[in-house]
């Protein structure tokens, strides 16, 4: 995953941890899920309304 392994994982979750404090970490992982599932569902209404037989106009 873009090169970065275990240690390097817990690092930067530790200056998280360290920088928003326990209780704000929850609300932002809740926040940045839900935005990820609204970005998937828009890219899937996207191509579901695009019409595979269409040819572009010449």
Do not use: Q
Not at 20 to 46: C, D, N, Q, R, T
Request: glycine residues 16%.
């Amino acid at each position: 995953m873009f090169g970065l392994g275990t240690p390097e994982l817990l690092i930067i979750m530790a200056i998280a941890f360290l920088i928003f404090g326990g209780s704000k970490l929850p609300e932002i992982g809740s926040g940045l899920g839900k935005g990820i599932s609204s970005f998937k569902k828009g890219l899937k209404e996207v191509d579901e309304s695009s019409t595979p037989d269409s040819k572009p106009s010449e």
